[in-house]
């Protein structure tokens, strides 16, 4: 699904990526963790598109298309959602009309027919549920007044409204209290666990890998993935911090 | 011949950032003139959208206690001017708010004169500027606390939204305050679409124009809170920022 080859990227002229290898095939998830400012927010936005995080050399393909040829919205047509480390706030844009509007947008580039008010309403109040965040947040502002842990769970119910191919969530643990957690957990297992899909999860303990097992992670230090393995790595890395991996 | 059948120039204060080609065409601008009677209130909706000029001088006077609700859309043509004096009696309240859409190259203005003549007014004025390209959105806004209006309550809110580094815009609230315990405040900011939240909106799936156009929206929407015909006035803005998109 997503194959990265040798990826450099700079940010305001930094570089940061330095080399990254990473092939994600549909049906998988694999964790990426890694020391503070090893890079791993940056591989995120560098495969998001954001503005400022330059490509420098490398390649990304994306179900067989270039990735860094397509537009930041174009890449989330093609099914690419990106979970925010932290999500942003919009004052004055209610999450409703947004997401109304980023689903018809995305649904419109893929040529598949606009969603009613009627059918998206439902959809969100499903998705809601899901997550169990009242539906009256989806009201307000986009992010206004959410406390950090609101803010990821409403993250994942626009992901699942938007029902990606490949979710990239950065940090969406960070905030979540035990229950949160769980039910963000449960949530991403519901949303993203399927045969033709994809997750990348960002973070740096084990409590969300309890409950959205991994088939692979990744320690990312100097912007590049410096190892690999199943499962039992983040455990591993739990008892003995990065020094004998990161070196 | 009175001065007042010239058009003005540049060099009046109230006209320094006007399309003096424009004005010279429009001149003379006759006053159209609102009074409340004391105790009344009254809306009006002013929407400015036709014609490639256009330029109109309201003057409101309000009786003691009465209350008049402002809204004005400026939004059309390559010039467009909206200049409104009030004069506030005892305890009268103004509110105005006032969203302008400038498309490429256009100049559009605010421009007010609030008067506070006798104690415990209450004016209130929110104005949110759009400039696209080459544009020049302008407000020029005055309060003036004439003696023994004490207790006077004023409020001036300017923001300006630049979409191109070519944009231009000019915020110039004043005061003039002859009276005891009063209480003016402004804040004016003139600033770019938040490129974080421009991303945000794309990594969900929004187009630029889309995004811009739903941002935008929410920042001119605060001029019409709470008016009589806030929805109406919403959609004609909208209209006007997908314009200018
Ligand atoms: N605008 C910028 N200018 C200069 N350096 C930057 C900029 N943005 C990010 N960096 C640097 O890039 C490096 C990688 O940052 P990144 O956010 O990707 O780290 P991270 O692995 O996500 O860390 P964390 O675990 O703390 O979230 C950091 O050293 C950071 O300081
Ligand atoms: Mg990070």
């Given at each position: 699904?997503?194959?990265?080859?040798?990826?450099?990227?700079?940010?305001?002229?930094?570089?940061?990526?330095k080399g990254l290898n990473l092939t994600i095939n549909a049906g998988e998830i694999h964790a990426i963790m890694g020391p503070n400012g090893a890079g791993k927010s940056t591989t995120g936005y560098v495969l998001?598109?954001?503005?400022?995080?330059?490509?420098?050399?490398?390649?990304?393909?994306?179900?067989?298309q270039d990735l860094f040829a397509l537009e930041p919205h174009e890449r989330a047509a093609a099914g690419l959602f990106l979970g925010f480390q932290y999500p942003v706030e919009i004052p004055g844009v209610s999450n409703l009309q947004f997401l109304r509007e980023a689903l018809n947008s995305q649904r419109k580039a893929r040529g598949e027919e606009p969603l009613s008010g009627g059918e998206f309403l439902k959809l969100a109040r499903e998705k809601s549920a899901l997550l169990k965040m009242d539906m009256e947040m989806l009201k307000r502002p986009v992010n206004v007044g959410f406390s950090g842990g609101e803010k990821k769970r409403a993250e994942m119910v626009q992901m699942g409204?938007?029902?990606?191919?490949l979710a990239i969530l950065d940090e969406t643990d960070s905030g979540l209290d035990i229950d949160a957690l769980r039910i963000c957990g449960e949530g991403i297992n519901a949303i993203m666990r399927a045969p033709d899909k994809a997750v990348l999860l960002i973070t740096h303990y084990q409590r969300l890998l309890d409950y959205v097992k991994p088939d692979f992670v990744h320690v990312l230090a100097g912007g590049r993935i410096v190892k690999s393995g199943g499962p039992e790595l983040a455990l591993e890395l739990e008892e003995g911090g990065y020094e004998g991996v990161a070196a | 011949?009175?001065?007042?059948?010239?058009?003005?120039?540049?060099?009046?204060?109230?006209?320094?950032?006007?399309?003096?080609?424009?004005?010279?065409?429009?001149?003379?601008?006759?006053?159209?003139?609102?009074?409340?009677?004391?105790?009344?209130?009254?809306?009006?909706?002013?929407?400015?959208?036709?014609?490639?000029?256009?330029?109109?001088?309201?003057?409101?006077?309000?009786?003691?206690?009465?209350?008049?609700?402002?809204?004005i859309l400026n939004a059309g043509g390559a010039y467009g001017r909206v200049a409104v004096s009030v004069r506030l009696g005892r305890g009268a309240s103004f509110t105005l708010g006032a969203a302008q859409v400038a498309g490429a190259?256009?100049?559009?203005?605010?421009?007010?004169?609030?008067?506070?003549?006798a104690p415990d007014a209450i004016s209130r004025q929110l104005i949110r500027s759009v400039a696209g390209a080459g544009a020049t959105v302008s407000y020029l806004g005055r309060v003036a606390v004439e003696q023994g209006a004490d207790g006077t309550d004023g409020e001036q809110s300017v923001r300006a939204m630049l979409l191109d580094r070519s944009a231009q815009a000019n915020a110039r609230p004043e005061l003039e305050i002859y009276a005891d315990d009063v209480k003016c405040a402004h804040g004016c900011a003139v600033g770019e679409l938040d490129a974080n939240a421009l991303f945000y909106l794309a990594q969900r799936g929004l187009p630029p124009a889309a995004a811009k156009a739903l941002m935008l929206q929410a920042f001119v929407a605060e001029a019409f809170d709470g008016a009589q015909d806030e929805d109406q006035l919403r959609a004609l803005a909208q209209a006007a920022l997908e314009a200018v998109l």
């Open positions: 699904m997503l194959t990265i080859e040798n990826l450099h990227a700079s940010v305001a002229d930094k570089p940061i990526l998001g598109g954001r503005p400022g995080y330059d490509v420098t050399e490398g390649t990304a393909t994306f179900d067989g409204i938007l029902n990606p191919k | 011949m009175s001065t007042q059948t010239l058009a003005p120039t540049s060099k009046a204060e109230d006209w320094r950032y006007a399309d003096q080609a424009a004005v010279a065409q429009l001149w003379p601008v006759a006053a159209e003139q609102i009074a409340v009677a004391s105790g009344d209130s009254r809306a009006l909706s002013i929407i400015a959208r036709e014609g490639e000029h256009h330029a109109r001088e309201i003057a409101i006077d309000l009786a003691d206690y009465a209350t008049m609700d402002l809204r190259g256009a100049t559009l203005e605010i421009v007010t004169t609030v008067t506070h003549t």
